[in-house]
């Protein structure tokens, strides 16, 4: 009877993780509004200390550090996630300390990028975890448009 139980039990766990793993979030595209407003002005505020120095006031890239504006930037990351850009981020930079910025910190940068180029913003905020974000897709130009 023990024995039953526990059986039932693995079936049970299966089951319910198959489940889990099947639900997938619905695909995002950053033209929907990926990032809130609150959002993008922390991010302009962490931009300015740990990312201006290197990328420009204005994001348009300074020496060998690329602009994070424009078409260029666009092209580079055109139908990649927000997932990428978010790891690229946290395991980059800031150039002198490569890996120190926390989640929320590289998805508010992130957010303030968006904005940048001129993504809309949205209801939800873009989540501190690459894992959470691999749904929303950067898209250089506007579906339908």
Same mark, same amino acid.
């Given at each position: 009877?023990?024995?039953?139980? +526990?059986? +039932?039990?693995?079936?049970? +766990?299966? +089951?319910? /993780?198959? !489940?889990?793993?099947?639900?997938?979030?619905?695909?995002?595209?950053?033209? /929907? /509004?990926?990032?809130?407003?609150? *959002?993008?002005?922390?991010?302009?505020?962490?931009?300015?200390?740990?990312?201006?120095?290197?990328?420009?006031?204005?994001l348009s890239g300074i020496d060998v550090a690329p602009a994070l504006v424009g078409s260029t930037f666009l092209s580079n990351w =055109?139908?990649?996630?927000?997932?990428?850009?978010?790891?690229?981020?946290?395991?980059t930079m800031p150039l002198n300390a490569p890996g120190t910025l926390g989640g929320r910190t590289v998805a508010d940068i992130e957010?303030?990028?968006? *904005?940048?180029?001129?993504?809309?913003?949205?209801?939800?905020?873009?989540?501190?975890? @690459?894992?959470?974000?691999? =749904?929303?897709?950067?898209? !250089? *130009?506007? @579906? /339908?448009?």
């Amino acid at each position: 009877m023990k024995r039953m139980y +526990l059986m +039932l039990g693995a079936a049970a +766990l299966a +089951l319910g /993780g198959a !489940a889990i793993v099947g639900a997938q979030m619905p695909e995002r595209n950053v033209w /929907g /509004g990926a990032y809130t407003a609150e *959002q993008a002005e922390r991010g302009k505020a962490a931009y300015a200390e740990n990312c201006a120095a290197c990328h420009g006031e204005t994001l348009s890239g300074i020496d060998v550090a690329p602009a994070l504006v424009g078409s260029t930037f666009l092209s580079n990351w =055109n139908n990649t996630s927000a997932a990428d850009l978010f790891e690229r981020i946290q395991m980059t930079m800031p150039l002198n300390a490569p890996g120190t910025l926390g989640g929320r910190t590289v998805a508010d940068i992130e957010a303030f990028i968006f *904005q940048s180029n001129g993504f809309p913003t949205g209801q939800l905020a873009l989540p501190p975890t @690459p894992q959470m974000m691999t =749904n929303v897709r950067i898209s !250089a *130009q506007k @579906p /339908g448009g």
